[in-house]
Nanobody, 121 residues
Framework: VQLQASGGGLVQPGGSLRLSCVAS????????IGWFRQAPGEEREVVSC????????FHEAFVEGRFIISRDNAENTVYLQMNSLKPEDTAVYYC???????????????WGKGTLVTVSS
């Protein structure tokens, strides 16, 4: 099982980025996927997650209305569109495979290496 996150970088406040998570080694369409982040000196926290079919999504309150999670099961890829970025969004962003199919965060059993997002002027 492998998950590879990409798309991070330096962006000014108010800007946008789209993260991608490409997965392999498992039946991608059978499992929910989540995005998490960890800021320097902080604990890792959940950002968004999406059910296996993409028909159910969850976004934490601090990104609601700004971030959109989506997936393309034909491409084994989950996306995180991040708009109206704020300096407090600066963190390493990780994608992870859920052990279940819905967005209830049943327990993440595989993690990818993160991608750094820096929001600064």
């Amino acid at each position: 099982v492998q998950l590879q996150a990409s798309g991070g970088g330096l962006v000014q406040p108010g800007g946008s980025l789209r993260l991608s998570c490409v997965a392999s080694g498992f039946a991608f369409a059978d499992y929910a996927i989540g995005w998490f982040r960890q800021a320097p000196g902080e604990e890792r926290e959940v950002v968004s997650c999406i059910s296996n079919r993409g028909d159910n999504t969850f976004h934490e309150a601090f990104v609601e209305g700004r971030f959109i999670i989506s997936r393309d099961n034909a491409e084994n890829t989950v996306y995180l569109q991040m708009n109206s970025l704020k300096p407090e969004d600066t963190a390493v962003y990780y994608c992870a495979k859920d052990s279940g199919s819905d967005t209830v965060l049943n327990g993440m059993d595989y993690w990818g290496k993160g991608t750094l997002v820096t929001v600064s002027s």
